[in-house]
């Protein structure tokens, strides 16, 4: 049997092992060089909310980083031959290759300005433990991975992403979780609103009691009604490529606060000339020996 004839179980299995191992690999050199980390989402979530992992695909493998390390972090990984991939070298995300496996990591919670919370509250609110992924790390509290898995639904448009919605449930659903923590670190983090969206998307489908006390305790705080409405409504349009640039800048101006509502969107449009001019000069180097010709 070939390794393209593994059945389905195995498959996913062999994939995700791959992956817990490139992120180790990483989480200890980082470790070992005085840089603390966070594993984040996906790679984390597998162990910790499922039996297998067939029932959670895994894309992507998330570490979180202090911004004050990120620098520390692209100069390790240089010289370990770890190959790089750029998301945003303004902003603070890198896919760093250890294996032939992408960890993408950031140094945000979200889109940079987002977040009233920064990595570093998440990592003096962590525990140590080798629990779930089997080596030594900073685990995440529950709290605040449920408000970066929320983001995360956020910023995906609420929907393209379907592991979101059951790892949300299956959070909720956890020993220890309580809705007013959660609300008190969304209100931390300047993000009752998009919370409270979130809240409400999930129980469009489900019955969480977790999620309705959530939605609950944020009912009685302030919310910024207007652009919760027109969020949810552009994320309903049949013609979802028309509404696709209004979606993203509503996603940046999630912030209730206002002065971080700006800072993300300006930051955003930074990324995005970055990216565009980084992608021509791309361009502009591959075609350059033809005009030579």
Same mark, same amino acid.
């Given at each position: 049997?070939?390794?393209?004839?593994?059945?389905?179980?195995?498959?996913a299995?062999?994939? !995700?092992e791959?992956?817990?191992? =490139?992120? &180790?690999?990483?989480?200890?050199?980082?470790? #070992?060089?005085? /840089?603390?980390?966070?594993? /984040?989402? *996906?790679? +984390?979530? @597998?162990? $910790?909310?499922?039996?297998?992992?067939?029932?959670?695909?895994?894309?992507?493998? %998330? +570490?979180? @980083?202090?911004?004050?390390?990120?620098?520390?972090? @692209?100069?390790?990984?240089?010289?370990?031959?770890?190959?790089?991939?750029?998301?945003?070298?303004?902003l603070?995300?890198?896919?760093?290759?250890?294996? &032939?496996?992408? /960890?993408?990591?950031?140094?945000?919670?979200?889109?940079?300005?987002?977040?009233?919370?920064?990595?570093?509250d998440?990592?003096?609110?962590?525990?140590?433990?080798?629990? !779930?992924?089997?080596?030594?790390?900073?685990?995440?509290?529950?709290?605040?991975?449920?408000?970066?898995?929320?983001?995360?639904?956020?910023?995906?448009?609420?929907?393209?992403?379907?592991?979101?919605?059951?790892?949300?449930?299956?959070?909720?659903?956890? =020993?220890?979780?309580?809705? $007013?923590?959660?609300?008190?670190?969304?209100?931390?983090?300047?993000?009752?609103?998009?919370?409270?969206?979130?809240?409400?998307? /999930?129980?469009?489908? %489900?019955?969480?009691?977790?999620?309705?006390e959530? +939605?609950?305790a944020?009912?009685?705080?302030?919310?910024?009604?207007?652009?919760?409405?027109?969020?949810?409504?552009?994320?309903?349009?049949?013609?979802?490529?028309?509404?696709?640039?209004?979606? =993203?800048?509503?996603?940046?101006?999630?912030?209730?606060?206002?002065?971080?509502?700006?800072?993300?969107l300006?930051?955003?449009?930074?990324?995005?000339?970055?990216? @565009?001019?980084?992608?021509? *000069?791309?361009?502009? #180097?591959?075609?350059?020996? *033809?005009? =030579?010709?």
């Amino acid at each position: 049997m070939s390794a393209f004839d593994l059945p389905p179980e195995m498959a996913a299995w062999a994939g !995700f092992e791959l992956r817990l191992h =490139a992120l &180790g690999e990483l989480v200890d050199r980082l470790e #070992r060089a005085g /840089i603390p980390s966070l594993p /984040i989402k *996906g790679a +984390l979530l @597998v162990r $910790q909310l499922y039996d297998e992992p067939i029932e959670r695909p895994l894309v992507d493998v %998330d +570490l979180l @980083v202090a911004p004050r390390d990120f620098r520390r972090v @692209v100069r390790l990984a240089r010289s370990s031959g770890f190959p790089l991939v750029w998301d945003s070298k303004q902003l603070g995300n890198v896919n760093v290759y250890v294996n &032939g496996i992408a /960890i993408d990591v950031a140094c945000t919670l979200g889109p940079p300005g987002l977040s009233a919370l920064g990595v570093e509250d998440l990592l003096r609110r962590a525990t140590r433990t080798d629990r !779930f992924l089997g080596f030594p790390h900073w685990q995440i509290d529950l709290h605040d991975h449920a408000l970066v898995v929320a983001i995360d639904a956020f910023k995906d448009k609420l929907g393209s992403k379907p592991s979101s919605r059951k790892d949300l449930l299956r959070l909720a659903r956890q =020993a220890g979780f309580d809705p $007013q923590k959660l609300a008190c670190v969304a209100e931390e983090a300047r993000l009752e609103t998009l919370v409270h969206i979130v809240a409400a998307w /999930i129980l469009e489908k %489900d019955d969480s009691p977790g999620w309705r006390e959530v +939605l609950s305790a944020l009912d009685a705080r302030r919310q910024r009604r207007i652009y919760a409405h027109a969020f949810r409504w552009l994320t309903r349009r049949k013609s979802a490529h028309l509404a696709r640039l209004p979606l =993203a800048l509503l996603a940046r101006a999630a912030s209730d606060d206002v002065a971080r509502r700006a800072a993300a969107l300006g930051l955003g449009a930074v990324g995005t000339v970055a990216f @565009v001019a980084r992608n021509r *000069g791309l361009t502009a #180097r591959k075609i350059a020996p *033809g005009r =030579a010709s």
